[in-house]
């Protein structure tokens, strides 16, 4: 018999932790009069793909959305990672369970595509891929051997398009061909994310300091869309004036 397949019905959450190191209150960092996380919760209301609710562990960053127009809701201070984060937002905001699918939009990346948060979730029409995320070609020399850059290994099973293999932080694979940079936006579905937070640290995550690679060697598929464009993570402050530079006041990609 055919595969039935659900339909989605995605969620996306914001981890925004206001307790970075690099960049301190980050989330909240003056990009052309509002802070940083509004700009990353337009883009991912942009995409249009469901309803966009902001997950932290500081009641400014509330402050800051909910002026905006936008939705926020408290999460714990400790939690090791923007997963662990969403996932408890998850079940405040949901506990009847209406959407199967969240996407996790990191609150640093006030430059992403609403386009790409939409082709995040392609791979999901197949009831085997449990987790899809982003890719982007590298195209600067510098960028294929820095660790900083996190590598997809994979294959390609249509154009743009790849089943995951491993993740790393090493110039690889080896031989002619192209290096994907891999993007740090997961669309998970429901009962993936939930085991995946469930799994304690595996080996090779706790050597490359990847998480994905814990559901990778739990077991779990891993699928992911090539965009053109890799987004702006902002760590430090040279970060944040490259933001504020690619952004108009209009807060548009320019």
């Known amino acids: 018999m055919p595969t039935i397949r659900a339909p989605l019905r995605p969620l996306v959450l914001v981890p925004a932790r206001l307790g970075a190191t690099r960049l301190p209150d980050k989330p909240l960092a003056d990009i052309h009069g509002e802070p940083m996380i509004v700009h990353v919760w337009r883009r991912a209301s942009e995409a249009g793909v469901g309803p966009v609710v902001v997950a932290t562990d500081s009641e400014r960053v509330v402050e800051a959305v909910t002026a905006a127009g936008g939705q926020a809701v408290m999460t714990r201070a400790d939690h090791p990672s923007g ?3 969403i996932r408890e937002a998850l079940a ?3 506990p009847d369970r209406d959407f199967n699918v969240v996407l996790n939009v990191q609150g640093d ?3 992403i595509d609403p386009a790409a948060i939409r082709a995040s979730l392609k791979p999901l029409d197949e009831p085997e891929v449990g987790i899809a995320t982003l890719v982007a070609e590298i195209t600067r020399e510098e960028e294929k051997t820095a660790p900083s850059v996190v590598k997809m290994i994979g ?3 249509a154009p743009g398009r790849f089943r995951c293999l491993c993740f790393t932080r090493a110039t690889a694979p080896t031989g002619p061909g192209p290096l994907y940079h891999h993007i740090g ?3 998970y579905r ?3 994310l939930e085991r995946f937070v469930s799994l304690p640290p595996s080996p090779l995550e706790l050597r490359e300091k990847l998480e994905q690679l814990r559901a990778l060697e739990a077991g779990m598929r891993i699928d992911a869309v ?3 464009v890799t ?3 902002v760590d430090t402050p040279d970060d944040l004036e490259r933001a504020r530079a690619l952004l108009t006041r209009g807060g548009r990609a320019s």
Request: charged content about 30%; cysteine-free.
């Open 185 to 187: 936006l997961y669309a």
């Open 231 to 233: 987004p702006l993570g």
């Open 92 to 94: 405040a905001i949901d």
């Open 83 to 85: 997963s662990d984060r």
């Open 226 to 228: 090539a965009v053109d």
């Open 190 to 192: 429901r009962d993936a």
């Open 155 to 157: 294959s390609e099973i």
């Open 109 to 111: 990346l006030p430059t």
